[in-house]
């Protein structure tokens, strides 16, 4: 997830998530980008085991 333009302001960065899609991650996932999201809130505690960083840079 990319972090808003204030999200960016107070040093939001990408947030990186895999395996999301059962219902209390999705629901976290979903209440934090609604509250806040990176840079403005920290990341949930159902949300944390799954947050990856990739291994390579992404292709623009």
């Known amino acids: 997830m990319a972090p808003s333009r204030l999200g960016r302001v107070f040093g939001g960065r990408p947030v990186w998530l895999g395996q999301v899609l059962d219902e209390p991650t999705l629901s976290a996932v979903a ?10 809130a920290p990341v949930p505690e159902a949300v944390r085991g799954s947050v990856f960083v990739p291994t390579r840079p992404a292709v623009r």
């Not at 209440?31 to 403005?40: I, K, N, R, V």
């Open 31 to 40: 209440e934090w980008l609604t509250s806040a999201g990176p840079g403005l």
